[in-house]
């Protein structure tokens, strides 16, 4: 797995990220600083924690109110549920490393 530093409201981060998907990382990691900027910009929410929560129940509703893709083939599901196990890994191991979200 490749690893690929990146910055979010002006914090670094180290993302192992599988080959090829650079480009959706990328984008993800653009739209989480995006909206994390804009809460801190707003000039009522200090904490990055609290940054972080709001940024990501803005992000997961935006997607939420998406219509709904196309069901997958049944071999594709399996494949989803391990990509999204592997983010939500990902996640925990940046969150656990950055040790300060304040």
């Known amino acids: ?3 690929i530093e ?3 409201m002006g914090q670094s ?4 990220c599988p080959e090829g998907g650079e480009h959706s990382l990328l984008e993800a ?3 989480v600083d995006r909206e994390m900027s804009a809460i801190r910009d707003a ?4 904490a990055r924690e609290r940054i972080a929560v709001l940024a990501a ?4 509703f935006a997607l939420a109110e998406r219509p709904p893709a196309p069901k997958p083939a049944a071999a594709d599901d399996d494949a ?3 990509d999204m196990d592997g983010l ?3 996640i925990d191991q940046t969150l656990a490393t950055d040790g300060q979200l304040l």
């Open 1 to 3: 797995m490749k690893q």
């Open 29 to 31: 990691v653009g739209n």
């Open 57 to 60: 129940l803005n992000l997961a």
């Open 80 to 82: 989803a549920a391990v």
């Open 13 to 16: 981060y180290i993302l192992g």
């Open 6 to 8: 990146v910055t979010i």
């Open 43 to 46: 000039g009522k929410v200090k």
């Open 88 to 90: 939500i890994r990902r």
